[in-house]
């Protein structure tokens, strides 16, 4: 994957310096695309696929906790949490057994809670504008996560987009999407 090797020099038409989150999701963008791509199944059909999403979900965030539970921020702890936790009731009562992903960690927190809490903010557009099965599993109903996404957002922000950790950041970011994009395609 080629990245802009010079992240310092973005900035918008007005010539003010861009945050690295802004340049983060700029680069990432293909990514996000493509593990969206990887889950339009269940825009298909929600609810005949609604086992097949939690256990993706399941195994995209088990895979990244150990990065989200590092993280600086106690909202980030706590809604990844809760995020895992509602994931793992929602498959003991389906009787899921979420993949084990075979693929490199995430060891980077800001990027695990980046892609996570961001996918999480999607879950919640989807809960709103589609037609879900009732009752919601644990996961899908109202876990706000909005306090935790603003504490990313604003630690990303506070990255120079020309250092070495924004470049460690965005290489974390891609593990991270294609955790999602793999445990996707790997639940079929």
Not at 49 to 61: C, E, G, K, Y
Not at 142 to 166: N, T
Request: aromatic share 6%.
């Amino acid at each position: 994957m080629h990245f802009d090797t010079d992240l310092a020099a973005r900035v918008t038409p007005e010539g003010k310096s861009r945050g690295f989150r802004h340049v983060l999701r700029q680069e990432t963008r293909g990514l996000h695309d493509d593990a969206e791509a990887a889950f339009s199944w269940f825009e298909a059909d929600p609810a005949g696929t609604m086992s097949r999403f939690l256990s993706a979900h399941a195994s995209a965030v088990r895979h990244l906790f150990p990065a989200l539970a590092a993280h600086r921020s106690r909202r980030v702890r706590g809604a990844s949490s809760r995020l895992k936790a509602a994931l793992e009731k929602d498959c003991a009562r389906r009787n899921l057994e979420p993949l084990k992903l075979a693929m490199p960690r995430c060891d980077e927190p800001l990027a695990a809670a980046y892609v996570v809490l961001g996918s999480r903010l999607g879950v919640e557009a989807m809960r709103r504008n589609w037609a879900m099965p009732s009752p919601l599993p644990a996961y899908m109903d109202r876990i706000d996560v909005r306090g935790a996404w603003s504490a990313s957002c604003a630690a990303l922000d506070g990255i120079d987009p020309g250092s070495a950790r924004a470049r460690d950041i965005l290489q974390a970011t891609v593990v991270a999407f294609r955790s999602f994009q793999t445990s996707a395609l790997g639940q079929a």
